[in-house]
């Protein structure tokens, strides 16, 4: 029913910037989406989220204060912007929508129903 594309991924010097796009496909009828990041041989970790109704954003203090998080409803679109990046920010990011109600908490994977492929972001001089 639901497909998440994204785009915009790559590489980047730290101090960089990056904006991630995630294009949904299909009607998105849950309240929330939300980004989460995978570096190799880690877990996948929770980046932010954002609500699909009200705009209402969510963080990790990991990157509070150089990522935001926005959306077009228009475009079916959910946006990462990534500032002042740093080597550790490396990692496949991936959009991730909830597909009704939360059956989890938003910053849990569990709480998503539909995920995207997944897309490389290298911070690297």
Not at 18 to 40: D, E, H, K, N
Not at 109 to 121: C, K, P, S
């Amino acid at each position: 029913q639901v497909q998440l594309v994204e785009s915009g991924g790559g590489l980047v010097q730290p101090g960089g910037s990056l904006r991630l796009s995630c294009v949904a496909s299909g009607r998105i009828f849950g309240a929330y989406m939300g980004w989460f990041r995978q570096a190799p041989g880690k877990e996948r970790d929770f980046v932010g989220w954002i609500t699909l109704n009200f705009g209402n954003t969510y963080v990790a203090d990991s990157v509070k204060g150089r990522f935001t998080i926005s959306r077009d409803n228009a475009k079916n679109t959910m946006y990462l912007q990534m500032d002042s990046l740093k080597p550790e920010d490396t990692a496949v990011y991936y959009c991730a929508a909830v597909a009704g109600v939360l059956r989890r908490g938003p910053d849990h994977l569990a709480a998503y129903d539909y995920w995207g492929q997944g897309i490389q972001v290298t911070v690297s001089s």
